[in-house]
């Protein structure tokens, strides 16, 4: 199977980052590819959860490195803020599908693209105009 390999405009010049961007990316792309794995469905299941698990250590990280690099405290807020946005997200899939009410795999594939490439290119883009002027060891 063809791997996603992340377009150079999605990297943020921070390697940790962009590792962790790239695993999230192909677990977005291993659901896009697995039309068994819709949400009623156990795979999707653990999809789902490995994918909390590593937004939420991406999120985690993330969030260390962006208050290291005197980025303005508004700048930080608002990227938190989208961080909390995404897990709430989750966390209400999850609900939702702990009570039996069941979103179709369209709406799902569109939540994952949006917690995933829709970040990226939204919010955490902005860290590269601080790399160079910070320099951090990768």
Avoid: C
């Avoid at 999809?47 to 208050?67: P, R, V, Y």
């Avoid at 594939?109 to 590269?128: C, S, V």
């Amino acid at each position: 199977s063809s791997r996603v390999r992340i377009d150079p405009s999605l990297l943020t010049e921070v390697s940790s980052i962009d590792n962790e961007h790239h695993e999230l990316v192909t677990q977005f792309e291993y659901l896009l590819g697995s039309p068994d794995a819709d949400p009623s469905s156990v795979r999707f299941s653990e999809i789902l959860s490995e994918t909390g698990g590593l937004l939420n250590t991406h999120f985690t990280n993330e969030e260390a490195i962006l208050k290291s690099f005197g980025m303005p405290e508004d700048d930080v807020s608002s990227h938190v803020q989208a961080h909390n946005d995404i897990m709430e997200q989750y966390a209400q899939l999850n609900l939702d599908l702990m009570h039996g009410k069941l979103p179709n795999r369209f709406d799902t594939l569109l939540m994952f693209n949006d917690w995933i490439i829709g970040h990226i290119l939204n919010h955490d883009l902005k860290i590269r105009k601080y790399v160079s002027a910070t320099r951090l060891p990768a």
